[in-house]
């Protein structure tokens, strides 16, 4: 028996989808503009983890991606604008005319996490595809097992109906499309920036995200490396700007900058144009990761939290050191630590800078008086530092004048220390 096959009528492996698409140009840029099915996203888009933060967008709310799964479900005059997608160079554009202007677009399927396209705009509309798609085929899949038992006719015809309802939901996320641009940029640091352009331009992000990505400041494009140091590593809030009573974490990523900036130009300076064009990364995570050093060494309630491992599965109502910091400790304020990374700028500049043992020094001898909040019997209190501290205070005032004036204070203590030092 001769058995004749046609291979034409074979499905060959595929790894890519091709759509039609225009090419533009914006900033600079080539940007494709095509249109998609909502059931291709989660194929060519990586699908983000809600219990991750992506190092290149913020941390996704599956809550509000599910209500969007919920909104094409519920909504067949469903409206939704065009994510924005960044392509470092995996795409393919095969012209059509002879401006260029359209053609095939191809695009590299994101298998295992690891894909061409990275979302810039749009991470909960794709998340919301995905469990829509797994919401429908989970339902599928529990009435064939339903109707695959002995059911009066009536429960089959009912079942029949609820089956072709659900298939007809899946054929409009392959039949429904959505507009995606593409923008070609194959440098992340400069993609990273995209997605704060982006955002300024819509709803606001919070300072923390926007430390994370604003790569125009040399305190932001070091924090990465700065949030690796003992003292900090795995303590740093990705996403939030405020230290809650609950926040396990020591400081938010806004803080950490801000830290940064003081250091590096002074407790009320700002880093001039100048400087953020002169300085290079490399000093200045060398001079933060000084300073953390110095601290972590001089106050014993930090050198703990950097001994402490922050993975140590805790009871629910047992507290982290940080947490406990800022209960008790001036140091537990991003205010304090920010007058001592002026400080410690103050030291470490001139002609004859401070060795960094002898700061440690100098702070080891701040450490006894960091309980907070503070007596009125505290140097805070009865020293010129008193102008800065309200009475029972856990913090500075955190006007910029004021911390000016208490890093001058401190930084004259080196020389000419009150007695009570």
Known sequence: ????????????????????????????????????????????????????????????????????????????????P??????????????LDEQGMVGYLTVPWAIGGISSLRTIDGQHRILGVAIEKQRITDAIAAV?????????????????????????????????YVGLDVYVEPDPIKAQQMFVDVADNAKGISSAVRARFDNYKVANRTLSDVIDHPLLKNRVDAEQDRMTPKNPNLLGAKHVADITRAVVAGAGGRISKKAEQTLTDGEVIEQVKDFLDVISNAFADLA???????????????????QELRRTSLLGSVGMLRVLGGVFHQLRTGETPVELDDITEFFKRLDPHMAAPVSDTSIWRTTDAGDDFESKASA????TQNIVHLVSVITGWYKKAPAAL
């Not at 001994?307 to 507290?319: M, S, V």
């Not at 500075?396 to 006007?399: D, S």
């Open 1 to 80: 028996m001769t058995i004749s096959v046609n291979p034409l009528r074979l499905s060959k492996p595929q790894d890519s989808s091709t759509y039609l698409a225009i090419r533009t140009n914006q900033g600079g840029r080539a940007v494709y503009t095509t249109r998609v099915p909502l059931l291709d996203l989660p194929t060519i888009l990586p699908v983000p983890d809600p219990n991750a933060v992506d190092k290149d967008n913020r941390k996704v709310d599956r809550l509000h991606a599910k209500h969007f799964g919920e909104y094409l479900d519920t909504k067949e005059d469903w409206v939704a």
């Open 82 to 95: 065009a994510l924005l997608a960044r392509d470092s160079g995996g795409c393919v554009f095969e012209k």
């Open 144 to 176: 064939d097992r339903e109707m695959a038992r002995k059911v009066s006719p009536e429960k089959a015809a009912k079942l029949q109906a609820e089956r072709e309802k659900l298939v007809a939901q899946m054929g409009r996320l392959k039949t429904e």
């Open 304 to 322: 703990a939290i950097t001994e402490e491992d922050p993975d140590t599965e805790r009871n629910p109502n047992e507290l982290t050191l940080a």
């Open 396 to 399: 500075p005032i955190m006007r």
